[in-house]
């Protein structure tokens, strides 16, 4: 059974893991034993990277604004190119812009849609055209429960959520019998800086946590082993399916 979760000569690249949810799971992945590409903005940010290789795997900081396509398009070839390989891909990185339907600007709009959407599509579809033909591969999408429910004064936020899991269905139904898993991870309330505003308001976070039977906001830790399994052997008969991390939020 350890076996089945060992990631050892993996390789993963994994965008937004400079902080947060995205944060624990390179580390969470490298602990398994892949080496990590960090798909980031900046790349004079070199904490992360060196918490990694403190674990005794290689780790690689791949320029990657998820706002500049050319970056998007190269981020698989060049992760490839450093690190030899791509077998696990974790769209993780995302944006948020709240305001009311009627005043929500058309930037926000395209900024929140590029990012979370298109962005997460681009690097799909580069690492589907490496996996497909090597007939191996785990691409892990982050979801949210906006994919399920329309939430609150997000409306892009919630018209990318939806899509990413439809494109992650979509995307199951065709590379699943190319070995190649598509699946997404849904977070629920989670103790991050996108949700500092929600946790700042006392109205709505005693609203939020009464739901939660957990009876807790989840942190980032919540998601390593989450990641692990679903980047492993041991989710080898897992297609397109959206898994929940929230505390029991939508069993509620």
Not at 120 to 138: D, E, F, I
Not at 231 to 246: F, I, K, P, Q, R
Request: charged residues 20%; aromatic residues 6%; glycine residues 10%.
């Amino acid at each position: 059974m350890k076996q089945s979760f060992d990631l050892g000569n993996k390789v993963a690249a994994v965008t937004g893991g400079t902080r947060g949810i995205g944060k624990a799971i390179a580390l969470g992945l490298a602990e398994a034993g892949a080496d990590i590409a960090l798909l980031q903005r900046s790349i004079e940010n070199t904490a992360v990277k060196e918490e990694i290789e403190k674990l005794g795997v290689r780790c690689e900081i791949i320029q990657c604004d998820l706002d500049h396509l050319e970056q998007v398009k190269n981020a698989v070839p060049e992760t490839i190119k450093r690190l030899g390989s791509l077998d696990i891909l974790v769209n993780n990185a995302g944006i948020q812009r709240r305001s009311p339907a009627v005043d929500f600007s058309e930037e926000d709009w395209d900024s929140v849609l590029q990012v979370n959407l298109k962005a997460v599509w681009l690097l799909c579809q580069q690492a589907g055209r490496h996996m497909v033909p090597k007939q191996s591969g785990k691409i892990i999408n982050i979801a949210s429960l906006v994919s399920f429910q329309g939430g609150l004064y997000v409306p892009a936020y919630a018209s990318a959520k939806g899509a990413v899991a439809q494109l992650t269905k979509a995307l199951a139904n065709e590379w699943s019998v190319h070995g190649v898993n598509v699946n997404a991870i849904v977070p629920g309330y989670i103790a991050t800086e996108m949700n500092t505003a929600l946790i700042d308001d006392p109205v709505r976070s005693k609203q939020i946590l009464e739901r939660i039977p957990a009876g807790r906001w989840g942190n980032p830790e919540d998601f390593k082993g989450t990641a692990v399994y679903l980047a492993s052997e041991a989710s080898n008969y897992v297609h397109g399916h959206l898994l929940a991390v929230d505390g029991g939020w939508l069993g509620r």
